[in-house]
């Protein structure tokens, strides 16, 4: 029987960051499952990334549905090798204003829905001699940002799972590692700062590169710590940011 090529979960696939990750995986033949809310973009993101683009329509806050959902992408598409938790919500508010709820519904999405899942499957990658596990931060865990508290919470929050999740799976043959990306050019960045120029500057002046990235910069980077250049890595958060958490 044909060895089928290595499968990968990417949350948030349909767009932005987590788009780029999964064309760079396809690219490399990893069969890739693309996790997201908005069925008409995974469609999209299908049509162009081709057959080893598998969409799968799910919100992954509805936590009492992750182990059915891990069960049916096991079941329907064999071992999962490779786990991008890229999925996350932020908002922009300043700190008197933001409520329980707000601050509740974001950790909901960018820790505890990340916590699940990754459970979920470690439980599978345990029994198949491992894997590796990539989760996405942010520069808001690197330095303080303003008006972005709830986010901010939340991948620090990422940062210190990644460290103790690597030490407790990776004698076990699983690796977990991060990635930081700094300002990214995406619709959703774009439309933040080309609103915000004072913002846009303070950007531009501490990125020593002088440049934002681009996505696919990220999914460079997540195809090197998905894979066997990396196997000595683990617990490791990789700023990908043009120098902008050491600029001055």
């Given at each position: 029987?044909?060895?089928?090529?290595?499968?990968?979960?990417?949350?948030?696939?349909?767009?932005?960051?987590?788009?780029?990750?999964?064309?760079?995986?396809?690219?490399?033949?990893?069969?890739?499952?693309?996790?997201?809310?908005?069925?008409?973009?995974?469609?999209?993101?299908?049509?162009?990334?081709?057959?080893?683009?598998?969409?799968?329509?799910?919100?992954?806050?509805?936590?009492?549905?992750?182990?059915?959902?891990?069960?049916?992408?096991?079941?329907?598409?064999?071992?999962?090798?490779?786990?991008?938790?890229?999925?996350?919500?932020?908002?922009?508010?300043?700190?008197?204003?933001?409520?329980?709820?707000?601050?509740?519904?974001?950790?909901?999405?960018?820790?505890?829905?990340?916590?699940?899942?990754?459970?979920?499957?470690?439980?599978?990658?345990?029994?198949?001699?491992?894997?590796?596990?990539?989760?996405?931060?942010?520069?808001?865990?690197?330095?303080?940002?303003p008006k972005v508290i709830a986010y901010t919470a939340s991948k620090s929050?990422?940062?210190?799972?990644?460290?103790?999740?690597?030490?407790?799976?990776?004698?076990?043959?699983?690796?977990?590692?991060?990635?930081?990306?700094?300002?990214?050019?995406?619709?959703?960045?774009?439309?933040?700062?080309?609103?915000?120029?004072?913002?846009?500057?303070?950007?531009?002046?501490?990125?020593?590169?002088?440049?934002?990235?681009?996505?696919?910069?990220?999914?460079?980077?997540?195809?090197?710590?998905?894979?066997?250049?990396?196997?000595?890595?683990?617990?490791?958060?990789?700023?990908?940011?043009?120098?902008?958490?050491?600029?001055?």
């Amino acid at each position: 029987m044909e060895q089928r090529s290595k499968l990968a979960i990417v949350t948030g696939g349909g767009s932005g960051i987590g788009l780029a990750i999964a064309a760079k995986f396809v690219q490399a033949n990893i069969r890739t499952v693309i996790i997201g809310r908005d069925e008409k973009k995974l469609r999209a993101a299908q049509q162009q990334l081709g057959t080893l683009c598998i969409p799968v329509s799910a919100d992954l806050a509805q936590l009492n549905n992750l182990p059915a959902l891990v069960q049916q992408i096991v079941t329907g598409h064999g071992p999962v090798n490779i786990l991008v938790n890229n999925a996350g919500i932020n908002m922009k508010k300043i700190f008197t204003e933001v409520t329980d709820e707000e601050f509740q519904r974001i950790l909901l999405t960018n820790v505890t829905s990340v916590f699940a899942l990754s459970r979920e499957v470690v439980k599978h990658m345990l029994g198949n001699g491992g894997g590796a596990i990539i989760n996405i931060s942010s520069m808001a865990a690197q330095y303080g940002i303003p008006k972005v508290i709830a986010y901010t919470a939340s991948k620090s929050a990422i940062e210190g799972m990644t460290q103790a999740m690597a030490v407790e799976l990776s004698p076990q043959g699983i690796r977990v590692n991060c990635i930081a990306p700094g300002f990214i050019a995406t619709d959703m960045s774009a439309k933040a700062l080309n609103n915000d120029p004072e913002r846009k500057q303070k950007v531009m002046m501490r990125t020593p590169m002088g440049v934002l990235g681009t996505p696919a910069d990220i999914g460079d980077a997540a195809l090197f710590l998905a894979g066997d250049a990396s196997r000595y890595i683990t617990g490791v958060v990789l700023p990908v940011d043009g120098g902008n958490s050491i600029g001055f």
